[in-house]
């Protein structure tokens, strides 16, 4: 790590990271930044920094708080903020390895994602203003990011180079720099087309795909281009990972088996991936007891 970078700077960065990448509530990353907050305090009394922590460090962390009385569903939320914290600094290549991999904490219930339906996503692709340079981008970022299950620090980071059009092909690097090749449809190779072609006019020679007055596309400002269309479409209040989330089900609830989806997403577990299985039951349950005649009778003798 930079010794220009402090760990206040680490900090704020992963609370805007968890805000736009997951499109968390203002309680929630509140809560974050009082469970990391609360390692932060704890690293400073050890006599160092967090982003130095090692794994018998996080464990003893761990044995402190219960020794301070703190419930195990506190315990276990403030390790889970910490697992994130840690995977966040991995990602921006902050940290090496991870001191949060084998601390084990009691199962909090799982929730499912947000995602929107089919009719959904298709009114926000169709809301940018396509007779406008920025509004082809927009609908070219918008499409990839749906045809490819993209996370938005994956979307800001492609470059023109990665986007193989002859062969509908993207290249990207996920979490762990691991990369990945994605096969995208025609609309999305349509639309990625039609914005390389006035890409330039955008003002840079940058390799990056994605621009904004001739920089890097942001993380913020993709998240602000997501919610700006989502009020337009008037859809529900969504994130940038809502598109990820749509991109999973939608495959699932189509019939696609869940070890694909695993590897389009770039999951290195497949019980994460499994989230869209209960989500498609849900999905096969509500049809069943809209449509089905006698999903609603009581038997009768």
């Known amino acids: ?56 460090d996080v464990r003893e962390w761990v044995a402190s708080m219960s020794r301070e009385g703190l419930a195990p569903s506190s315990i276990a939320r403030a390790v889970s903020a910490a697992r994130s914290f840690f995977k966040f600094l991995m990602l921006d290549r902050h940290v090496q390895r991870d001191p949060t991999e084998d601390i084990h904490t009691p199962q909090k219930s799982s929730h499912l994602p947000k995602f929107l339906t089919e009719e959904e996503m298709e ?87 994605f621009l904004n007055r001739g920089r890097t596309l942001s993380r913020q400002l993709a998240w602000r281009i997501i919610k700006t269309h989502a009020a337009k479409a008037e859809v529900p209040n969504i994130s940038p990972h809502t598109l990820r989330h749509s991109f999973g089900t939608h495959l699932m609830q189509r019939g696609a088996d869940s070890r694909s989806v695993q590897a389009l997403l770039g999951h290195s577990d497949i019980a994460t991936t499994e989230i869209y299985t209960h989500i498609t039951d849900l999905h096969m349950r509500k049809a069943y007891d809209r449509f089905h005649p006698r999903a609603r009778v009581k038997s009768q003798r």
Request: with cysteine; proline share 2%.
């Open 1 to 56: 790590m930079s010794g220009r970078t402090s760990t206040r700077d680490l900090t704020r960065e992963f609370l805007t990271y968890i805000q736009v990448e997951k499109g968390l509530s203002g309680n929630t990353v509140q809560n974050y930044a009082r469970d990391v907050g609360r390692l932060q305090d704890w690293a400073s009394k050890k006599g160092t920094q967090i982003d130095r922590l090692q794994r018998k």
């Open 123 to 209: 009114r926000l692709l169709r809301t940018p203003d396509i007779n406008s340079d920025l509004g082809l981008r927009d609908r070219a970022m918008l499409e990839l990011m749906y045809a490819a299950g993209l996370r938005v620090s994956e979307l800001c980071g492609l470059k023109v180079a990665d986007v193989d059009l002859d062969g509908a092909i993207v290249s990207c690097f996920g979490k762990g720099s691991k990369q990945r090749r994605i096969p995208i449809g025609k609309s999305a190779v349509h639309w990625l087309q039609r914005y390389i072609g006035v890409r330039k006019r955008l003002g840079s020679n940058s390799p990056v795909l």
